[in-house]
């Protein structure tokens, strides 16, 4: 079972030039791809149900794939890139092949979940182009061209091609044996963080065939926005809610609103935004813990099989459907009561929260089997 390490790292002024500069030809490489997929795709599909008026004269050409993008890539390191609307050069020839080829293949993923779907057939809105608060990762896929080349206490020097030599705070010593498969470099509002895809050969995958549901060994769990409630289990325990979201609403109003009143392209604004970034970091990272805390206290139950509840948080998240009377005029339909029960439902990410107890139970040898919110645990599914 593939583990993955976070640590922040401290690149010097140097390796930040050059990792924005990363970022950069990225995120255009990203998006030029993406603009190609598009134009393929305006060109030559055609609709079922009515005949186009207006009819591409060009030749029809091959599906832009993950290979056929992925041959560009030593082309245009032989010069520098113009970007059209901006003049800008960009030196494709200054990022590690690794991290150009995997941002081909997300882009990959990206389009052919908007066109095909994936195994079960569900498919996902157009991708959108990245901006410079969108693009914000980058992922050295080659574990093989990353050394360690010493480790000190609490910090770690990694070597990471075409960067260079960077220094990790370590929060936690990599396991003997730990096989390092791949390697990526977030910007985040605080700083620079460095995730460890780690491959232990020994440990083998979980497989879950083995765990029989029993009334002794299940727990049941109700997802619950009742005051300051987040779970109650089977056994009649309540688990109390954080709400990180709604404890810091008014900071976070108060810091968006100072910066809504600067200039736009103002230091003082970019000062603030940088604020209100950081506020929301604080959130997202207090709900995290809470939701890893809560997950292994279910766990340490000794519990072999939780049914959580099988929620349909986009439509629980929804907005009302407007209301109109015979005049044509807008009736109340509710919607502004409805935005605060969406406010705590997001708030809750439930979602989040019983992904990371699948991972955590199947860790300790439990599954986890969601469950239709109107459906009953009955004796089909539970051994005596």
Not at 77 to 84: I, Y
Not at 100 to 112: C, G, I, N
Not at 177 to 195: E, H, L, P, R, Y
Not at 229 to 237: I, Q, R
């Amino acid at each position: 079972m593939k583990t993955t390490f976070q640590d922040r790292f401290y690149p010097d002024t140097k390796h930040k030039l050059e990792l924005n500069e990363w970022l950069r030809i990225c995120r255009y490489w990203y998006n030029r791809q993406l603009g190609d997929r598009f134009d393929w795709w305006e060109m030559n599909r055609t609709r079922v149900d009515a005949c186009p008026l207006v009819s591409s004269i060009a030749d029809l050409r091959d599906k832009p794939n993950f290979y056929a993008q992925k041959k560009q890539l030593p082309i245009l390191k032989q010069d520098l890139v113009k970007v059209w609307h901006s003049g800008e050069l960009l030196d494709f020839s200054r990022v590690d092949a690794s991290v150009l080829q995997e941002v081909s293949q997300r882009v990959d993923k990206a389009f052919e979940r908007f066109t095909v779907g994936d195994s079960n057939g569900n498919k996902s809105g157009s991708p959108r182009f990245k901006s410079v608060a969108d693009f914000r990762t980058m992922t050295f896929a080659d574990g093989k061209a990353i050394k360690i080349s010493l480790i000190r206490k609490d910090w770690m020097f990694i070597r990471l091609p075409k960067l260079g030599v960077v220094k990790v705070r370590m929060h936690r010593e990599i396991p003997e044996g730990f096989t390092i498969k791949q390697v990526s470099v977030t910007k985040k509002a605080d700083g620079w963080f460095m995730q460890m895809m780690l491959d232990p050969p020994t440990v083998p995958d979980f497989v879950p065939d083995g765990v029989i549901p029993t009334w002794d060994n299940s727990l049941g769990m109700d997802a619950v926005l009742n005051e300051d409630v987040y779970l109650a289990t089977s056994e009649g325990e309540k688990i109390p809610s954080l709400k990180p979201l709604r404890k810091n609403q008014a900071k976070l109003d108060r810091i968006s609103t100072k910066r809504n009143k600067r200039k736009r392209g103002s230091k003082a604004r970019r000062k603030l935004a940088k604020r209100e970034a950081k506020q929301h970091q604080r959130i997202a990272r207090s709900r995290k813990d809470f939701h890893y805390k809560t997950a292994h206290k279910l766990v340490r139950t000794g519990k072999k099989v939780f049914f959580p509840e099988d929620l349909n948080l986009k439509g629980l998240t929804k907005r009302n459907k407007a209301k109109q009377a015979d005049d044509g005029t807008f009736l109340p339909n509710g919607q502004s009561a409805k935005s605060g029960l969406n406010k705590s439902w997001t708030d809750a990410a439930f979602g989040n929260f019983f992904k990371k107890l699948d991972y955590i139970a199947a860790k300790a040898g439990a599954v986890v089997i969601p469950q239709k919110p109107a459906q009953r645990v009955n004796g089909s599914l539970l051994s005596e």
